[in-house]
């Protein structure tokens, strides 16, 4: 009797065990696989995915000043939304108290659809920088994660290394503010905005969320378009969303991940502090939840998920800032998001600019907030230092 007790009891223990486990959450999924994460079916996923890869004409819109012809051409490696080595120009100059546009905004496009209005970068626009395209899968995780939760992890941060939490305008929500997220400067804060503005500085085309046509170096291109404004009636930039919103986060390499060099750069990257900054883990907001100011409300497939970004999505000054400023203020001239690090392994040039090409030379070009980390990685045997690489590596 008294053993049928106790197997019952446990088995009892084990039911509740399972419904607690079922109802909290879950692992986001991952795979560069081209499958949905089960936001959408996969045949509208696909649908979706083929109007991200779809090369732009003029009479679709493109230009009349862009720099790309598809979503896919910045957004590709290993597969469609992921990252590139294809970067964007800004500039822009800095006055000593306040930094100041280049005409017709700090981004300054690579190709126009006629030679007479190429921009370039003007005489007196010292600050200059490039920016590397972004990964984008798994960014609908990123979008349904709750505002108060990256106030949290800012405020978990030791006082040095806090990170900026800003907020900036949702497109679609008549431009009330969200924390940002998306972009090197945390522009913005959901990924329909984020769509409509890649749509129109990426490839000059415009929308209902973004109907006005860029510049050429801050002169008007109106004689060159001959396409009417909106160039698109919106349904692109939906499609653009719905695919991000759908795409699964990158995935670990868990052979590499399970050999003990990369097992001990794991632990190291937290015992020198790397994940003060480079969060390992975070979990999304609740389904049911309304984010973007209305807009959007977190559904099941993104809702309640455990996501590993390596990143907190929170803008830092470490000694590599690009001096632009966007939707932050001039607080964050110096400030870029923190790179999350998933993915990491598909990149071969790193930081904002691309310009570090080699893991080690990455680390070592952090300085301000970063500092002491860096400080403590300095200091490792060259073992380790090689351990925490095959770590990142296996990211």
Known sequence: MQRRHLLSVVAAI????????????????????????????????????????????????????????SCAECHQNPVTGAISQVTELRAGHFDGLLFINHPGGSLVNDRAIDPSIQERVLGGNEVRTFRTSLNTLGDGFVECIDSNTLVAISNRQPLGMRGQFIQVPVLEAGNRVRGGRFGWKNQHAS??????????????????????????????????????DPDNDGEDVEAFARFMRATKAPPRDEVLAATPSARRGDQLFTLIGCDACHVRTITTAPPGTVINQGAFTVP?????????????????????????????????????????LWGMRTRIRLMHDGLSLSRNEAILRHAGEAAPVIFNYRVLSVADKNALITFLNSL
């Open 191 to 228: 990924l329909l905005s984020f769509a409509a503005d890649a749509y129109l500085n990426e490839m000059g085309i415009t929308s209902p969320l973004q109907p006005n046509e860029n510049t050429s170096n801050g002169n008007p291109v109106d004689t060159f378009d001959n396409v009417r």
């Open 300 to 340: 099941p497939a993104l809702g309640s998920k455990t996501i590993h970004p390596f990143g907190d999505f929170l803008l830092h000054n470490v000694g590599t800032g690009d001096g632009i400023v966007q939707n932050g203020g001039p607080s964050t001239r110096n400030k870029v998001r923190t790179a999350p």
């Open 14 to 69: 084990l039911v509740v065990t399972a419904a607690f486990t079922q109802s909290g959450p879950a692992e986001a999924p991952t795979g560069f696989d081209d499958q949905t994460n089960g936001f959408v079916d996969q045949t509208q996923f696909d649908l979706d995915k083929e109007t991200f890869e779809e090369r732009e004409t003029i009479a679709d819109g493109l230009g009349p000043v862009y720099n790309a012809q």
